[in-house]
């Protein structure tokens, strides 16, 4: 069934360090952007293949004014090298060290300790308007397309 990351609820703020060194917040998507923040786990050869395969439809999530975020469990230096691994990240990968905002998104599975795959999407207002978990097959690019063309209509 997935879990529930809270839709209808206000989307925890961040301010993390993208792969570039750039900054990035959530506040700065708020009443134009639709975020589609997909949370990647440690695991730098699973989260460098999905973020190749999620860097395919970035384009389409801009025409719909959605904007993929992707969220390492891990340090600057380990979203550099799954930017690099993939081979294209077409979107930001932002260093979640400690793993703060994925337990803020409630993405951190604390028996594992480990990041669980997952995406959410927050709408310009920043409320969650849509969530997936990675057990399901919504967070594959094709599922994730289909629901950012469902939450702007």
Same mark, same amino acid.
């Given at each position: ?23 990035i917040t959530?506040?700065q ?12 786990? *440690? ?9 190749? *395969? ?21 340090? *600057? ?6 930017a690099?691994?993939s ?11 400690? *793993? !703060? ?18 995406? !959410? ?33």
């Open positions: 069934m997935g879990y529930n990351f809270g839709v209808g609820r206000e989307a925890p703020q961040f301010d993390l360090t993208g792969h570039d060194g750039s900054r959530l506040k998507y708020r009443g134009d952007w639709f975020p589609v923040i997909v949370f990647l786990g *440690a695991d730098q050869a699973a989260a460098s293949a999905h973020v190749a *395969a999620l860097s395919a439809i970035a384009d389409q999530l801009w025409g719909v004014r959605g904007q993929l975020i992707g969220i390492v469990h891990g340090d *600057a230096a380990a979203a550099a090298a799954v690099g691994q081979g294209r990240a077409e979107f930001p990968l932002l260093a979640d060290p400690e *793993a !703060v905002v994925a337990r803020a998104f409630g993405a951190y599975d604390a028996a594992a300790g480990a990041v669980r795959p997952c995406a !959410v999407i927050v709408d310009r207002s920043g409320k969650i308007v849509w969530t997936a978990d990675g057990g399901a097959a919504s967070v594959k690019p094709a599922a994730l397309a289909a629901a950012m063309r469902t939450v702007v209509r």
